[in-house]
């Protein structure tokens, strides 16, 4: 009797103490689940949420129906479910601002999986820390300013006047592919000073294409897809790549010594200086040409599109460009220097305004690293978080006629300069900021130069710049051209 008493005091303890843990886990997780004050917003499809109507194409020079239509309901942060990943999406300026400036802290760069295996798992976008750090500073010190004066201003202006020269003979071509064709030769000469025209140069350009093409697409490793098409591109390009190192190991093997000679490219630079593996470098010439080209490709031809829509801006830019050319013509100068690039005043405004209303990167993909507070919301550790740079250049509240292609607004009198300017990330920010700016307005600056002062122009028929996300112009941007006499 008592045997059995003792069992159901022992059972009947068992329970109680089970269901007093069951309640308290509940209530834990109940706690925790109510913790989090998340902005509102919706989940979409199970497992891949709203990631489809988010990357919906749209005209690049709007943000899309799903952001308008979000912001409008949700407010400028919302909740959504993109890439698999529970998200937090920013059109809101100053958490854009928060996000970039503490990258590495609160924030980290968190590209999907499927970039890291096409642009290689040393990639600049994908890799963070030390790591990242080592191979930003060999970016920068490729691109430093010193640079851009003494070689690459030079070699930006030959590579325009030979692309600009080509067009006196054809009249009506794809300007998206001239765009392509001067930015791409550029890079392979900086990089691996390889020159246009030559067989190997074609082979890694027309490579590309199709690797381009991965980068952007699902990334579905099957023999008919465009990732599986541009994972053969990339093996492809490596061994090119890999072919020139090669070949430059041999001759600074043969001269015994590595020279400090100022003609070294990039390639040449990183085996004399870095400690970086052959897998490092590689990861790190494919993702640089890819970068350097793609990126100040389209915003090149989004200036030649808009230009074309405003012919009062192409006549201010042809009176401050010949101003500078005669100039140069009384001094009996040849070649732009860097002071004539300073007196681009309003070259810069173009500039600006073609990055604001074109958005050549219109997001970038972050993860939050611990729980964070912004405006009265949380956002948890691991979630991703998007700012939508796209959304901020667009917002009427910060651009008056965000629609509108207007250079003048950029100038210094203008009013409301500080605040665009304040709210202007076309290159991102902070410790990430695009390692290659510099350049690419030094690209935009130069080309519009020789452009206005050798052409009119204007579409040989209709053409707009599509976001795919990646802005590219459905029809190549068909432009008619002549020659100005
Ligand atoms: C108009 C042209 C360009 C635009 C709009 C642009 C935009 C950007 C943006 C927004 C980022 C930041 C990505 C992030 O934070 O996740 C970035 C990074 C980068 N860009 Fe550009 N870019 C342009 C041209 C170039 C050029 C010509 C180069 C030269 C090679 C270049 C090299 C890089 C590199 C190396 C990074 C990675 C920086 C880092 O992670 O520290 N970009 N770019």
New binding site residues.
């Given amino acids: 009797m008592v045997d059995s008493l003792l069992h159901f005091f022992l059972f009947a303890s068992a329970v109680l103490m089970a269901l007093i843990v069951c309640i308290k886990s509940t209530k834990y997780r109940n706690k925790n689940k109510k913790r989090f004050k998340l902005p509102p917003g919706r989940k979409g499809w199970p497992f891949v949420g709203e990631t489809f109507p988010y990357l919906k194409p749209h005209h690049a020079t709007t943000m899309g129906d799903f952001m308008e239509n979000h912001i409008s309901r949700f407010g400028k942060i919302y909740r959504s479910n993109l890439f698999g990943e529970p998200t937090i999406v920013s059109a809101d300026a100053g958490l854009n601002r928060y996000i970039?400036q503490n990258?590495g802290k609160l924030f980290e760069?968190s590209?999907p999986k499927s970039i890291g295996g096409i642009l290689g798992k040393w990639s600049?976008?994908v890799?963070v820390g030390d790591m990242?750090r080592q191979?930003?500073m060999i970016?920068l010190n490729?691109?430093s300013h010193a640079k851009l004066r003494s070689h690459l201003l030079r070699d930006v202006e030959l590579h325009t006047l030979s692309v600009l020269d080509s067009w006196s003979v054809r009249r009506t071509f794809s300007a998206q592919e001239e765009a392509k064709k001067f930015?791409f030769n550029l890079?392979a000469k900086h990089i691996m000073s390889m020159g246009p025209g030559e067989v190997e140069t074609e082979q890694l350009k027309r490579e590309y294409i199709t690797f381009m093409k991965g980068v952007v697409s699902a990334p579905i490793n099957l023999p008919w897809t465009a990732y599986w098409k541009a994972l053969r591109s990339r093996s492809s390009i490596l061994r090119v790549i890999e072919r020139k190192m090669e070949e430059r190991i041999k001759v600074m093997n043969c001269e015994g010594i590595y020279g400090d000679g100022d003609e070294d490219d990039l390639l040449y630079w990183v085996l004399k200086r870095s400690n970086l593996s052959t897998e490092q470098i590689l990861d790190l010439i494919l993702?640089?040409?890819f970068?350097?080209?793609e990126?100040?490709s389209?915003?090149i031809a989004l200036s030649i599109y808009f230009l074309g829509g405003c012919p009062e801006a192409v006549r201010q830019l042809r009176v401050e460009h010949l101003e500078i050319a005669s100039n140069k013509k009384q001094k009996g100068d040849v070649g732009l220097n860097w002071d004539d690039y300073k007196q681009m005043e309003f070259t810069h405004c173009v500039i600006n305004e073609t990055?604001r209303l074109g958005n050549?990167?219109r997001f970038?993909?972050?993860k939050a690293l611990r729980d964070i507070q912004y405006k009265g919301y949380d956002i948890p550790c691991g979630w991703k978080v998007l700012p939508v740079?796209t959304a901020v250049h667009l917002d009427e509240s910060i651009y008056k006629d965000p629609q509108q292609f207007n250079p003048w607004r950029w100038q210094k009198n203008s009013s409301s300069a500080a605040a665009m300017s304040g709210n202007f990330?076309?290159?991102?920010?902070g410790?990430?900021?695009?390692?290659?700016?510099e350049?690419?307005?030094l690209?935009?600056a130069v080309f519009v130069h020789h452009l206005v002062l050798k052409y009119d122009w204007e579409l040989a028929e209709p053409d707009h710049p599509f976001a795919f996300p990646f802005v590219d112009f459905p029809k190549g941007l068909p432009i008619r051209v002549h020659v100005i006499t």
């Fill in positions: 970039l990258e760069c590209y600049m976008l890799l990242h191979m930003r970016s490729f691109m930015t890079m993702s640089l040409l970068a350097g080209h990126t100040s389209v915003a990055l050549v990167v970038i993909h972050r740079f990330v076309p290159f991102g920010g410790p990430r900021l695009c390692a290659g700016s350049l690419a307005k690209e935009m």
